[in-house]
């Protein structure tokens, strides 16, 4: 099956992964509501895996970003800043490969690849 996903940085992705961080911030705007798996850059860290899909959420929203937003984001609000609001986290239970791009990109996934912690 194809989902969309979006490339994060680490330590960011692992936070998101976690329900930490409920909303990420871009320069731009995307409409897409659904289904988005989370994929961590692959730029090497020592704050979590890398090249790799952590977890799927449910893209609920984007907005201009405010100040009531710092907390779920984990940074201040900069000029141009969009928050792209996340529900329904879910984290993978085997983290699996995956090459990363800029903005959303369409990804193959094998179904049986989305298992999920707790199940």
Known sequence: MKMLALSVKQ????MIASGEKTIETRVWYTGHRGDLL????????D???????????????????GYDDEEAACCSVYDGAFA????????LKEPFPVRGRQRLYWVEVEVEKLRFKGQ
């Open 47 to 65: 704050q979590g895996p890398a090249g790799v899909a952590l977890a799927v959420v449910k893209q609920a929203g984007c907005r201009i970003m």
């Open 84 to 91: 792209h609001v996340y529900e329904n986290i879910r984290a």
């Open 11 to 14: 330590p960011w992705a692992s």
């Open 38 to 45: 989370i994929v961590s850059s692959k730029n090497p860290s």
